[in-house]
């Protein structure tokens, strides 16, 4: 079965990569949408500062990667060598990173006054104390998915006594979430149209490989576009081309149309028409290639069975003569 017919789950609820599945006693069993109202803050002056930056799962998307490289101005392969440590994201084969925290179990980034990289923080730590689920037929392409929202709410976030009021739509805003979605709407498609396949399709090593390097080191795939036999097989125009040599944004994109057309066969990308042709050439020399190793096996079985029959027939004839 080709990957473009794998089927998927059944509809199901999927958190995002942002939500709280290691501590399902924290959440609050309301399901809240972006007009509801959040009584939260957090500043340097509530006293549990910065307890939240400890002991956890920092997954960080594309972008995310993108963006804390900007103030620490690291190619990507030295950032993922020095503040990362490979995962696999949550239910999927699909591999990714999160922040490597230090000894003490704390993000790397964060002091006692605080966050080192907040204006470029990863949308996981944007998110909290609000996390995102869908309820969405993920392995549909095309499908929509329906959002909402719940409260996590950890026995030592003192945030939640601050009088501090507003929507999460204005929450949302505040915190640059809306960029941070928009900059990571597609890859996070793949990763729960991935998610809802279930483990019963494993990804190839080659294809797990592949994901990672988009999704994570953008130099590299960079390098794999224009110096590989990538533009030899794929039909890409020309304004594309010409801004993914500089445009990060635009690469990050076009690395996630890749994606989706390697990983669930969609129409993101074409092969170019040549290739497609070599490739039935190919297929149907590997289908003459089996059908003769098939009539080969066949002609010798029925060699054996004939060979057999004969020694049966010579056995009978000696029995009766003796």
């Not at 799962?57 to 490289?69: A, F, H, M, Q, V």
């Not at 993000?107 to 609000?130: A, D, K, L, N, S």
């Not at 590299?220 to 036999?229: C, L």
Request: glycine content about 4%; proline content about 5%; hydrophobic content about 30%.
């Amino acid at each position: 079965m080709s990957k473009s017919e794998q089927k998927p789950q059944a509809t199901s609820f999927n958190k995002s990569l942002f939500g709280s599945d290691n501590n399902p006693s924290n959440i609050m069993p309301a399901k809240l949408t972006a007009d509801s109202n959040l009584k939260f803050s957090c500043h340097p002056g509530v006293s549990c500062f910065t307890s939240c930056c400890g002991n956890i799962n920092i997954i960080l998307t594309p972008y995310d990667i993108l963006r804390i490289r900007r103030p620490l101005n690291l190619p990507a392969e030295e950032f993922l060598l020095r503040f990362t440590t490979p995962v696999f994201l949550e239910k999927t084969d699909l591999p990714g990173v999160k922040i490597h925290l230090d000894e003490n179990g704390r993000c790397p980034f964060v002091t006692e006054e605080g966050c080192t990289i907040y204006p470029y923080r990863p949308t996981t730590c944007r998110y909290y104390p609000v996390g995102m689920s869908y309820f969405h037929a993920a392995g549909n392409e095309g499908t929509t998915a329906e959002e909402f929202y719940f409260l996590v709410k950890e026995p030592y976030c003192k945030g939640h006594e601050e009088p501090k009021e507003q929507t999460i739509r204005e929450w949302r805003a505040e915190q640059g979430i809306d960029e941070s979605d928009e900059m990571n709407r597609e890859w996070m498609e793949i990763v729960m149209r991935r998610k809802s396949f279930g483990l019963q399709a494993t990804l190839s090593e080659l294809a797990q490989k592949m994901f990672f390097m988009a999704s994570t080191d953008l130099d590299k795939f960079r390098d794999f576009v224009f110096n590989s036999s990538f533009l030899d097989t794929y039909e890409v125009d020309a304004e594309t081309l010409e801004k993914i040599k500089t445009d990060d944004i635009a690469l990050m994109k076009f690395s996630c149309k890749y994606l989706a057309s390697s990983i669930f066969g969609t129409k993101d990308l074409s092969i170019k028409a040549e290739k497609v042709r070599a490739r039935v050439e190919q297929n149907k020399t590997s289908q003459g290639d089996a059908e003769k190793l098939a009539m080969e096996t066949y002609e010798e079985l029925r060699r054996d069975r004939d060979l057999l029959k004969q020694k049966i027939e010579t056995q009978k004839k000696t029995d009766q003569n003796g």
